[in-house]
């Protein structure tokens, strides 16, 4: 493991209680994140990729979280998350790593102003004076691309758009200088147009401040246009990590392989002329999780005995490419 | 596609504003005008797709189409009835000819009923099927026209995925063998892998039952797969139609160039040419001229004067835009 990484997950599994019995929504979960890095974790739902990103910051109390988090902090020293007290963590949160979230709407309070909400948390985290904040948020809107900065601080969350809610979450998010932040499906519920200027203005800041950035999504495209890496979850294990080039030109592992295959890629229904190949059945319940690998029952490389029995190592494949599948030697000898 | 058959659908001028009231006594302060003087046809064994930003009135106009929202001007004919001018009676019977698919296929069915309930009633409402024996058969039938076996009968929604659900969803409709459906954006609350599997199954029926489709979806990639041609709309108004293939490929209208080159592309290392400027205008206070022009890199002064129309630049494709000087990028691989 690399000295200088700015997050090291490592063995982390959250389990949930539930009256089936306990839900075992992320399991054994490893990877790192340097700093200035764009990462992405990709999945389904139920994939476990949110509750990995909430896990890190150590916002679901209702689970129980196993495993280490190592956080190295701004003065350089390092911190295990899991094991912080809630008054450390509260001082990590924010100031150190920072979250946003897909929906902007539930995370602003309806009965305050724009204004009164940034310039909160910009004294909470940064114990400036009100003038202080006042003058940090408005340069904070700018950065985002806030048309009228001024305006947008007078009005109500209720008065401004999917696209302009997301703006001022980031520049929240933004404005105590986080060394990570966690963008959870920051861009799904917004039109296509926005979505490209958020993530333009996300890449932006982050080229400007060097801060790493983890991006949640379900979005392959999105994953090619903004991450370096790309970590690869399926019903709450990670099965293939790798960088972006190496993932989207030769994937290991069939899941992976699977949903490169099924996306419609605009413009190329005339050069392919191939149909977009489904992958079949459904995602598995957490509850009902299958034996061995658990995307077997959906795969078309399933061998009865092997892929069933146990649960494939994480392996390399390659340097800084890990794959989870008992057959990937077969599969990438056959497809050369 | 040839423009020489008939069209099954011919929607005309259709309008669709709302009232925007205020106080006790809803005095009227206002108008959003979501659709404004739309028209378009939609060909027997055809897919039309419906693309835009939210807000666009692409879920209006197929509401309107269905008369599940009335609109307040314009024609619809549907194989040479009017549809607007139908009593409720005659649209009973009409809505056999013609039906939805809903985007959340968890909202769409009621949680208390089997499967085998939610397949019948089409068929009772409509008169199909004399026998509760008959209307099970059409149900297996239709489970099966969907890909899922006769198991699920008697299962209740709560107790499938979405992929599974959204497949009832689309059975239902088919219950009544309908020869038009609105599809409301199929596929938007579905996972990933499961899209697929959808868009394969409206691909396959339409082929295999001949059916004709309105596909309404914010995902240009999916809808250029399903589709024969494509009807861009924004701010309620059609800015381009033509082609799948040309409106994806060849487009031209800025606003298509703006939107096609927001799509993030699963290829690594792709730089989009082109950032979307700016955010979609109220409704209830649209630009003069061309609506687009706010937010148009290409605008002149003539844009907020003269409200385009559609014009043809090829065979089957038109567009609403008064620059014929563009020579649009072509932003794709």
Redesign the interface.
Known sequence: MARNSLLEVENVSVSFKSAQGPIRAVRDVSFRINPGEIVALVG??GSGKSTTGLATMQLIPSATVSGRICLTRKDGTKADLVSLSESDIRRVRGNEVAMIFQEPMSSLDPVFTIGTQMCEAARVHQRLSYRQAYAASIKALEAVGMPDPEKCMETYQHKL?G??RQRVMIAMALSSKPSLLIADEPTTAL???????I??YLKRIQKQTGMAILFIT????????IADRAIVMYAGEIVESGS??EL??RPRMPYTS???K??????R??TLGT??????G??PSPLALPSGCKFHPRCGHFVAGVCDTAVPELESSDQAHQVRCARWRDIARTAQ | MSSEMAPLLQVEGLRKWFDITRGVFGRKVGQVKAVDDVSFTVRSREVLGLAG??GSGKTTIGRSVLRLVEPSAGRVVFDGTDVTSLNTADLRRFRRRMQIIFQDPLAALNPQMTIEEVLSEPLIVQGIGRSDADRRNRAVELLDSVSLSSDYLKRRPGEM????RQRIVIARALAVNPEFIVADEPVSAL???????I??LL?ELKGRLGLSMLFIS?????M??ISDRIAVLYLGRVMEIGP??EV??NFKHPYTE?????????????Q?KI??AG??PSAASPPSGCVFRTRCSYARPECAQIVPQLRKVAEDHYTACIRDDLSLSRV??
């Open positions: 389904e739902s758009s696209g302009m039109d296509v147009t926005i979505q490209a200027q993530v333009e379900h979005n392959l495209g999105l994953v090619a246009e972006v080039s989207f030109t699977g949903l490169l099924s996306l419609p890629r605009l413009g229904k005339k149909p977009i190949e489904p992958i079949p459904s995602l | 930003e939210s995925s979405g992929g599974q996972d990933v892998s499961i899209q697929a599997q868009i394969a691909i914010h995902d240009l990639a999916a250029e797969y799948s293939s994806c490929g703006m939107l096609i080159s927001a799509v993030p592309q699963p290829e690594p290392g792709y989009r950032f979307p955010e979609i794709l691989l």
